[in-house]
């Protein structure tokens, strides 16, 4: 489903990523992990068009490297982002109709928005109510569910769990299991046992490179990996 080749990101004249390269096949989850600055996250700015970069990223078989960030949720990319960004003025419903707008998804976004509030209980419940008068953890729920009402078949999860409390953390790896039976999910994630737990395979960048790869079993095994990210 996806493919990136020989990926080179740049903030400006400040490159972050050199030379990386991974699939991702058709219902998969893949993990990205590893510590903060090592460059995940531009990885997968890189793959949403939001970075400057070198390289191939090829979607279901299509070069879409050169794409602006608008055209990937019309061909089914959804990049959920770090830090939640919900519209804090506007109400749960507003927000999770935002993320219906492009031309694959509006015609289903009622639809698409009872779904979301069927996963997310607590977002029914606040329908009504301004996204910056939710916790943290409901936000998270609201950024994960605005990113599903564009109807995507590959969905980029930047750090779901940061700054969330831990019984909420496991409720949104709860859900993104769930998810994986009909969504092909790319994380990164700072809780890199969740991370690895629900993973097929995964990666861990080290100073911007791919240093290990494996399945997500292989790297919960691996001494380097629970030495330095695991704690053991």
Same mark, same amino acid.
């Given at each position: 489903? @996806?493919?990136?080749?020989?990926?080179?990101?740049?903030?400006? /004249?400040? #490159?972050?990523?050199?030379?990386?390269?991974?699939?991702?096949?058709? *219902?998969? &989850?893949?993990?990205?992990?590893?510590?903060? *600055?090592?460059?995940?996250?531009?990885?997968?700015?890189?793959?949403?068009?939001?970075?400057?970069?070198?390289?191939?990223?090829?979607?279901?078989?299509?070069?879409?490297?050169?794409? =602006?960030?608008?055209?990937?949720?019309?061909?089914?990319?959804?990049?959920?982002?770090?830090?939640?960004? &919900?519209?804090? #003025?506007?109400?749960?419903?507003?927000?999770?109709?935002?993320?219906?707008?492009?031309?694959?998804? $509006?015609?289903?976004?009622?639809?698409?928005?009872?779904?979301?509030?069927?996963?997310? =209980? $607590?977002?029914?419940?606040?329908?009504?109510?301004?996204? !910056?008068? @939710?916790?943290? *953890?409901?936000? #998270?729920?609201?950024?994960? !569910?605005?990113?599903?009402?564009?109807?995507?078949?590959?969905?980029?999860?930047?750090? =779901?769990?940061?700054?969330?409390? =831990?019984?909420?953390?496991?409720?949104?790896? /709860?859900?993104?299991?769930?998810?994986?039976?009909?969504?092909?999910?790319?994380?990164?994630? #700072?809780?890199?046992?969740?991370?690895?737990?629900?993973?097929?395979?995964?990666?861990?960048?080290?100073? *911007?490179?791919?240093?290990?790869?494996?399945?997500?079993?292989?790297?919960? /095994?691996?001494?380097?990996?629970?030495?330095?990210?695991?704690?053991?």
């Amino acid at each position: 489903m @996806l493919k990136v080749s020989n990926l080179e990101s740049f903030y400006g /004249a400040v #490159q972050v990523v050199w030379d990386v390269s991974f699939d991702v096949n058709q *219902g998969e &989850v893949v993990s990205i992990i590893g510590a903060n *600055g090592a460059g995940k996250t531009t990885i997968l700015k890189s793959v949403a068009g939001l970075t400057d970069h070198k390289g191939s990223i090829r979607f279901n078989g299509r070069e879409i490297g050169n794409l =602006p960030a608008h055209k990937m949720a019309e061909l089914g990319i959804a990049y959920v982002p770090e830090g939640r960004k &919900v519209f804090p #003025q506007m109400t749960v419903l507003e927000n999770l109709r935002m993320g219906s707008f492009n031309k694959r998804a $509006r015609t289903e976004r009622e639809e698409s928005i009872a779904n979301v509030l069927d996963i997310f =209980p $607590r977002l029914k419940e606040r329908a009504q109510q301004y996204a !910056g008068n @939710l916790s943290g *953890g409901e936000q #998270q729920m609201l950024a994960i !569910g605005r990113g599903l009402t564009s109807r995507p078949s590959l969905l980029l999860l930047d750090e =779901p769990s940061l700054g969330i409390a =831990p019984i909420i953390v496991d409720e949104i790896f /709860a859900t993104i299991q769930q998810l994986k039976k009909e969504i092909t999910i790319v994380l990164v994630e #700072q809780h890199v046992h969740h991370a690895l737990a629900i993973a097929d395979k995964g990666y861990v960048i080290e100073h *911007g490179k791919i240093a290990i790869s494996g399945t997500g079993k292989e790297l919960q /095994a691996n001494e380097h990996v629970k030495k330095a990210y695991l704690g053991i």
